[in-house]
């Protein structure tokens, strides 16, 4: 079968967190607004389904933010930018901003430095705190992460210690709330924090996070419509996120009359696929078929797309973790 591919790369940031006083940079050939759902940052909105959420340090102390949303210093593009930075002496508790699956980590950098070329350098913690959204924490310490991935994890419950770790001119934490589906930071508010729940850059935000809230976590899902652009639905309640070797299911319909459908794994900004498998789509327009990634645990990016043949062209990509 052959198969041509030009799939536009997405940006995962990932790797390339920056809290320093220099303007963030993509990754070359980055496209911030290219996933399938056609979402474009900035547009998508909490919802009442999505948790609520507490500051993500212990409840009753007190950090002052030096960066808020869309920051002059590196928070001033998507899908990045509706981020915060609290300021941390190293070796501070930092907590869950609700309950969770822990996803992903890294903690075994020890260097920082003001330029890009410190990114990979971050430490982190992903977790997934359902409903279609996870939070990131980065910039903790060496070795001071405190959870592992697959833990579930309480609202209030410590999963690391923060640091400076990356590209990062001083101790602190970076969060941001990100959606799945879009790839974007979202405009998130705390429970505690008065006002609009935003805290601004300047102000000293006092955390309320007991663990009081948000005590029902269900692991986020890749939602029917996320390759709608593609001409696919889904109904197979696939995750976002697997561990290394685990089947997933694809079921749905292809809304465009193709023959086949087609699951595609690429690195985290796009590009040739690391692996695929293709499923045949019945006359009712049904699709049904199983796929076991040949991949190690990372970040990555899925694409599904259907064709009758067996060429396919241009699919949007999105957010893809292996744990
Ligand atoms: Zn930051």
Same mark, same amino acid.
């Given at each position: #079968?052959?198969?041509?591919?030009?799939?536009?790369? @997405?940006?995962?940031?990932?790797?390339?967190? *920056?809290?320093?006083?220099?303007?963030?940079?993509?990754?070359?050939?980055?496209?911030?607004?290219?996933?399938?759902?056609?979402?474009?940052?900035?547009?998508?909105?909490? &919802?009442?389904?999505?948790?609520?959420?507490?500051?993500?340090?212990?409840?009753?102390?007190?950090?002052?933010? &030096?960066?808020?949303?869309?920051?002059?210093?590196?928070?001033?593009?998507?899908?990045?930018?509706?981020?915060?930075?609290?300021?941390?002496?190293?070796?501070?508790?930092?907590?869950? @901003?609700? +309950?969770?699956?822990? #996803?992903?980590?890294?903690?075994?950098?020890?260097?920082?430095?003001?330029?890009?070329?410190?990114?990979?350098?971050?430490?982190?913690?992903?977790?997934?705190?359902?409903?279609?959204?996870?939070?990131?924490?980065?910039? #903790?310490?060496?070795?001071?992460?405190?959870?592992?991935?697959?833990?579930? @994890?309480?609202?209030?419950?410590?999963?690391?210690?923060?640091?400076?770790?990356?590209?990062?001119?001083?101790?602190?934490?970076?969060? =941001?709330?990100?959606?799945?589906?879009?790839?974007? *930071?979202?405009? $998130?508010?705390?429970?505690?924090?008065?006002?609009?729940?935003?805290?601004?850059?300047?102000?000293?935000?006092?955390?309320?996070?007991?663990?009081?809230?948000?005590?029902?976590?269900?692991?986020?899902?890749? &939602?029917?419509?996320?390759? +709608?652009?593609?001409?696919?639905?889904?109904?197979?309640?696939?995750?976002?996120?697997?561990?290394?070797?685990?089947?997933?299911?694809?079921?749905?319909? @292809?809304?465009?009359? =193709?023959?086949? %459908?087609?699951?595609?794994? #690429?690195?985290? $900004?796009?590009?040739?696929?690391?692996? $695929?498998?293709?499923?045949?789509?019945?006359?009712?327009?049904?699709?049904?078929? &199983?796929?076991?990634?040949?991949?190690?645990?990372?970040? $990555?990016?899925? +694409?599904?797309?259907?064709?009758?043949?067996?060429?396919?062209?241009?699919?949007?990509?999105?957010?893809?973790? %292996?744990?």
């Amino acid at each position: #079968m052959k198969i041509i591919l030009s799939i536009l790369p @997405v940006l995962l940031t990932l790797l390339f967190y *920056s809290c320093s006083n220099t303007v963030e940079q993509s990754p070359p050939g980055s496209n911030p607004g290219g996933a399938a759902s056609g979402i474009e940052c900035g547009t998508e909105t909490v &919802t009442s389904s999505m948790p609520e959420i507490k500051l993500p340090y212990q409840n009753g102390t007190s950090h002052l933010v &030096t960066q808020g949303y869309n920051g002059d210093y590196s928070h001033d593009s998507a899908p990045h930018n509706l981020a915060l930075d609290f300021e941390m002496p190293e070796n501070t508790a930092i907590v869950a @901003v609700a +309950a969770g699956k822990v #996803m992903a980590l890294k903690e075994d950098s020890d260097t920082n430095c003001t330029s890009s070329s410190c990114a990979d350098s971050a430490n982190y913690v992903l977790v997934d705190h359902g409903n279609g959204v996870y939070g990131r924490y980065v910039h #903790m310490c060496k070795n001071c992460v405190d959870v592992e991935t697959g833990d579930l @994890v309480e609202a209030g419950e410590t999963i690391a210690r923060s640091g400076n770790t990356g590209w990062s001119t001083d101790p602190h934490l970076h969060f =941001e709330m990100n959606s799945f589906i879009s790839g974007c *930071s979202l405009s $998130y508010p705390f429970q505690e924090v008065p006002g609009t729940g935003i805290p601004v850059a300047g102000n000293t935000c006092t955390s309320g996070n007991d663990g009081s809230h948000g005590v029902s976590y269900e692991s986020s899902k890749i &939602t029917g419509n996320a390759f +709608a652009a593609n001409g696919i639905i889904l109904t197979s309640q696939t995750p976002w996120y697997i561990s290394a070797g685990d089947s997933i299911r694809f079921q749905g319909s @292809v809304t465009t009359g =193709e023959t086949s %459908v087609t699951v595609f794994i #690429m690195g985290p $900004y796009g590009g040739n696929p690391l692996d $695929y498998e293709t499923g045949v789509v019945d006359s009712s327009g049904n699709f049904n078929f &199983t796929f076991v990634p040949d991949l190690t645990a990372g970040s $990555y990016t899925i +694409a599904i797309d259907a064709s009758s043949d067996g060429s396919f062209s241009s699919p949007s990509s999105l957010t893809f973790l %292996v744990e």
